[in-house]
């Protein structure tokens, strides 16, 4: 869908205008339909490895990196991308246990590792299950060989009723587009060059960096990071 170019002015332009234009449909789409009342159990994404990237609502790249990913084990872990430099995320390095609501920090250069707990440990390569569908679109034409793609939205409320989430996946259960909207801050989330398999599993394991840490703040979850 999104293609992403090299970091000249007029592609960062482009790429974010194009970023922008496909938010604003998606949240029209989430926001305006009505919700369907199927019986659609939210499926769960599969082991992954890709791309991510994280927009704010001004329309500033927060962060671009890569990403693995254990459906399973409900294990994250990205890494901005730093030739792609954005202000927030350089050299930001998230390893992220999403059933025990830990987030490490880690600094490779400086040697160095944060422990945290999540008060909110929603996250946005999986579906939540009590997410209420809401419906299925047609992105691009249904009706043209390899040029749409068909996706089933879904949303639902964060903890403490702080804030709405909008998750759109592909027929398979690959998210796509992840949007969260809370009192201070709103979030884009967008995947790109998805493969279905953990290439790394060794991103996956706690750093010895990180080894006997003990938990230094509690934050209310991991997009905090992005702000
Ligand atoms: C997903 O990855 C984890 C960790 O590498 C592995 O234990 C699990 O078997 C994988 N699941 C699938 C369905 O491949
Ligand atoms: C950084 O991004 C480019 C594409 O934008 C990609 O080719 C490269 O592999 C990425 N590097 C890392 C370390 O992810
Ligand atoms: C970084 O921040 C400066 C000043 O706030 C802004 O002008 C610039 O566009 C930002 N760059 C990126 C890549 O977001
Ligand atoms: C190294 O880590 C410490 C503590 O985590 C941090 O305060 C400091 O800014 C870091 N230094 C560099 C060069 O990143």
Redesign the pocket.
């Known amino acids: 869908m999104v293609v992403y170019c090299h970091l000249t002015p007029y592609f960062v332009t482009l790429w974010t205008r194009t970023m922008y234009a496909a938010f604003m449909l998606f949240l029209f789409v989430c926001m305006t339909a009505t919700t369907n009342a199927d019986h659609h159990q939210p499926c769960h994404s599969?082991?992954m490895t890709g791309f991510m990237s994280v927009m704010n609502l001004k329309g500033e790249v927060k962060a671009f990196g890569a990403f693995a990913y254990?459906?399973?084990?409900k294990k994250l872990r990205f890494r901005s991308n730093d030739s792609q430099p954005t202000n927030t995320s350089q050299g930001l390095d998230l390893l992220m246990f999403f059933d025990e609501g830990i987030m490490y920090e880690i600094d490779t250069k400086n040697q160095s590792c944060e422990k945290k707990a999540l008060q909110c440990t929603l996250h946005p390569l999986d579906i939540p299950d009590d997410a209420t569908f809401v419906s299925t679109i047609n992105s691009g034409s249904a009706s043209i060989e390899g040029e749409g793609l068909k996706l089933n939205m879904w949303k639902g409320s964060m903890a403490d009723n702080k804030g709405h989430y909008c998750i759109s996946v592909t027929m398979g259960c690959l998210p796509v587009n992840m949007f969260y909207f809370t009192e201070s801050s709103s979030f884009f989330f967008s995947n790109t060059d998805v493969e279905l398999e953990?290439k790394d599993?060794d991103l996956?394991l706690v750093p010895t960096i990180c080894h006997d840490q003990a938990v230094e703040e509690t934050v209310y979850s991991f997009f905090n990071e992005f702000m």
């Open positions: 599969p082991n254990d459906s399973m084990g953990i599993p996956l």
